[in-house]
Nanobody, 123 residues
């Protein structure tokens, strides 16, 4: 199975930006579609953004459209999430995951998660 190591989270004021990174190892990176998910306190983990194997196709959950951008660097086996104009409701632990299917399977289909990276946007 793949190994996932997320990084880049932190505390940022509303309106600020962060760039999350996820290093993926264990399988051939270019065969995987990739996604970002998040889990806010007291809520279920939810989908945020996904990117295809080639990087040419992406899709997002509605609350982040126009503010977040997912990208990938196949030479570095890394997927990124650029988050701009952050809001308090973006506060969550952010996780990445990978699958050979695109669109990605629903969040409950994944058996393995990394440790995630905490993003906090105070209100």
């Amino acid at each position: 199975q793949v190994q996932l190591v997320e990084s880049g989270g932190g505390l940022v004021q509303a309106g600020g930006s962060l760039r999350l990174s996820c290093a993926v190892s264990g399988r051939t990176f270019t065969t995987y579609a990739l996604g970002w998910f998040r889990k806010a306190p007291g809520k279920e983990r939810e989908f945020v953004a996904a990117i295809s194997w080639s990087g040419k196709s992406t899709y997002y959950t509605d609350p982040v459209k126009g503010r977040f951008t997912i990208s990938r660097d196949n030479a570095k086996n890394t997927v990124y999430l650029q988050m701009n104009n952050l809001k308090p409701e973006d506060t969550a632990v952010y996780y990445c995951n990978a699958d050979t299917h695109f669109p990605l399977p629903p969040v409950y289909d994944y058996n393995y998660w990394g440790q995630g990276t905490q993003v906090t946007v105070p209100s």
